[in-house]
């Protein structure tokens, strides 16, 4: 099992150009997250996923969109980016939306918007 | 809003030293308190969790203790070696039917040999 993956690994964009941020996870979990890690900051929930076909807000939404693609895929979009938003993104995967649900990290997409 | 505030945001330890890493939380409806542990450049992993139910839980060298009373959990590892350097965060479930999980800004542990 590879677990989450994601892709990019890193990506440099610049302000006001759009990118996608793939996820997928190979464990058949139900709920999914994303998450933008910046130093001092701990890990933020941007958007999340219960299960397949619902996504809602997470602490930092704004500037963001996601697509539940499927049970095993989830995407972030960013559709005019910011430096404001250069970041570390980490997608997440959990059995359910218990509360009580190890999460699952993938390796991150370090991005740069200049 | 929410809030877990985590201390102390760097620790540094010799080698064979105990450290210890505190976490308050906010929200009395939170009951589920996982720590996780990030080294440079990789993704943050789970190395213990603790229930509500639960005061304490022990994984060889790393401990978890919960009071909920006072709505405070710490990390204790024992016997620090190198290869625990990282930084570690804790989190605690947002009450109600959400589940999301809210961290702290995480603690920076150095061991020095």
């Known amino acids: 099992n590879a677990g989450v993956t994601q892709t990019p690994k890193f990506q440099v964009l610049k302000t006001g150009q759009s990118m996608t941020l793939q996820c997928a996870q190979d464990m058949n979990h139900n709920s999914m997250y994303w998450y933008r890690q910046d130093p001092g900051m701990g890990l933020r929930l941007i958007y999340y996923?219960?299960?397949?076909?619902?996504?809602d807000k997470g602490e930092v939404p704004n500037g963001y969109n996601v697509s539940r693609l499927n049970k095993r895929e989830f995407s972030l979009r960013l559709e005019s980016a910011a430096p404001s938003q250069t970041s570390v993104y980490f997608c997440?995967?959990?059995?359910?939306?218990?509360?009580?649900?190890?999460?699952?990290f993938g390796p991150g997409t370090r991005l740069l918007v200049l | 809003g929410e809030n877990v505030e985590q201390h102390p945001s760097t620790l540094s330890v010799q080698e064979g030293d105990s450290a210890v890493i505190k976490c308050t939380y906010s929200d009395s409806a939170s009951n589920y308190f996982p720590w996780y542990k990030q080294e440079l450049g990789k993704r943050p992993q789970l190395i213990i969790d603790?229930?509500?139910?639960?005061g304490e839980k022990k994984d060889q060298r790393i401990a978890v203790t919960l009071n909920k009373t006072a709505k405070h959990f710490s990390l204790h590892i024992t016997e620090t070696q190198p290869e625990d350097s990282a930084v570690y965060f804790c989190?605690?479930?947002?009450?109600?039917?959400?589940?999301?999980?809210?961290f702290g800004k995480g603690t920076k542990l150095s061991v020095k040999p």
């Open positions: 603790i229930r509500s139910n639960v």
């Open positions: 997440a995967s959990s059995e359910a939306l218990t509360g009580e649900e190890t999460q699952y």
């Open positions: 996923s219960a299960s397949e076909g619902t996504t």
């Open positions: 989190a605690a479930s947002k009450g109600g039917s959400q589940g999301n999980l809210i």
